[in-house]
């Protein structure tokens, strides 16, 4: 219950401190791990021999030569530096146990108060001290051991892992902290194409708020559009009552024959109109689960529906291919590609094939072919290009509309393009059918 009440904020503040604390306890064991470092005995012993055999060597020197006389003493593995009066350089990792060693090789050391530390350099190390001659002066030195301190891959590999394993730590956390913001921007994908699923509200009190508002956002949005499309449907089904009445008394309508063929002209285009917004409108196929649907023959036999009423259509490509789509609404797009191509450019062919783990169907004509600065606009409900309305044009715009919300509902996409040569080619592609 107390993480509960954790903010985001406190709770990454709560990884850092998390990740400095562990930081510091793996620092602090291997500082204290240092400092028992031990060497062979051999190395002990000739640190100790050195140090003995510099120290009475610089005694027994006048304090004006004892500076010359250090360097000479000093070696390409073992150099001193000596200094009348100064500070004692404190390492940060002091070698207790090492210094212990050398002491019981040496106990003369033990009154010389030698201080030993360990300082790496390059690639391997060096171990540094200082100890007090008798008159208080200080010789300081710089040596090796052979098992001291080596940078070798161990010693790398040694030095990475507490970093390592706090990156991790920290990734981890950090992950897991922000798992419900994931699972809420997976869930954005999704609004209005379903009915809302609730998300449980879970991690910081500030995600939690945010996912509790998602939900009642979600919950508003698929009730609006559930009014919207109870709305529309409604009307439709009210006009289409008047309107087969409307049809009914022209036909004992004592008007001459032009008039009525006008007449049943705009009464059919109503008709139409109304139909297309229903079938924009209605989202009842979100409902519906996707089943095996035979893209193939669906699309054949629009085509030969089509070439039955007169029209120059034709089929190519594969005589079956399955996807995973709704029927109704499929169809409906796949209708509503033929009769416009036959409307606006006289003719109309339909290929089916395969595209890698895709199906394609490409429906192209011999027409105008739309503006390029147009194509984006006649995908948008309610919008045509003939802005004059001229009557050998009908609808309302949303024949491309209501092909997109079919596509996209099935997952697939919609690709628009005009033809060198003139017409326009439309390009659906679907996922296949698992085996």
């Known amino acids: 219950m107390l993480a509960r009440r954790f903010g985001l904020p406190e709770r990454l503040l709560a990884i850092l401190l998390l990740v400095a604390g562990v930081d510091f306890a793996a620092n602090t064991l291997l500082f204290d791990r240092a400092s028992h470092f031990a060497v062979r005995e051999d190395d002990a012993s000739r640190i100790a021999e050195n140090l003995i055999l510099a120290s009475r060597a ?9 500076e010359r006389i250090a360097r000479t003493l000093s070696t390409r593995r073992f150099s001193f530096e000596w200094q009348a009066q100064g500070s004692r350089a404190a390492g940060s990792v002091p070698l207790a146990t090492m210094r212990q060693q050398i002491v019981a090789a040496s106990p003369d ?14 690639g391997g190390g060096a171990i540094t001290g200082s100890m007090l001659l008798p008159d208080r002066s200080v010789l300081q030195f710089q040596t090796y051991a052979s098992n001291a301190w080596t940078l070798n891959l161990g010693r790398i590999a040694t030095l990475l892992l507490p970093t390592l394993v706090l990156a991790f730590l920290a990734w981890v ?10 699972m809420l921007v997976a869930a ?26 998602f939900n009642e ?10 009014n919207r499309t109870q709305s529309m449907l409604a009307i439709g089904h009210d006009l289409s009552t008047p309107l087969s009445r409307l049809q009914l008394r022209l036909e004992n309508l004592a008007v001459d024959e032009e008039t009525r063929r006008e007449m049943a002209v705009d009464l059919g285009e109503m008709r139409h109109m109304l139909e297309s917004l229903q079938a924009f409108v209605d989202s009842g196929g979100t ?12 699309a054949q036999t629009l085509v030969d529906t089509a070439a039955d009423d007169g029209g120059d259509a034709s089929f190519h490509g594969l005589e079956s291919l399955v996807i995973l789509a709704r029927p109704v609404s499929l169809r409906r797009a796949l209708a509503n590609l033929i009769e416009n191509a036959i409307h606006y450019a006289g003719n109309v062919r339909v290929t089916v094939r395969r595209d890698a783990d895709k199906a394609e169907v490409v429906v192209e004509d011999d027409g105008p072919g739309i503006p390029e600065d147009r194509m984006n606009d006649v995908l948008q409900p309610f919008v045509r290009l003939d802005t004059a ?31 060198p040569t003139g017409g326009l080619v439309i390009t659906l592609q679907f996922p296949l059918a698992p085996a």
Request: glycine share 8%.
């Open 58 to 66: 610089l005694e027994q020197t006048p304090a004006t030569d004892r």
């Open 109 to 122: 050391l033990a009154r010389a108060d030698l201080q030993l530390q360990l300082r790496p350099i390059g």
């Open 173 to 182: 956390m950090f992950r897991a902290t922000l798992a419900p913001l994931r």
């Open 188 to 213: 954005t994908r999704n609004v209005g194409s379903g009915p809302p699923q609730p998300l449980e509200p879970r991690g910081a009190s500030e995600v939690r708020e945010l996912i509790t508002a």
């Open 217 to 226: 956002m979600q919950q508003r949005i698929h009730e609006s559009m559930t």
């Open 287 to 298: 409902r519906l689960a996707p089943e095996r649907v035979d893209l193939a023959v669906m």
């Open 389 to 419: 309305r001229s009557r050998d044009t009908p609808g309302m715009g949303l024949g491309l509309a209501i092909v997109r919300r079919a596509v996209q509902l099935d997952h697939g996409t919609l690709h628009l393009r005009n033809k």
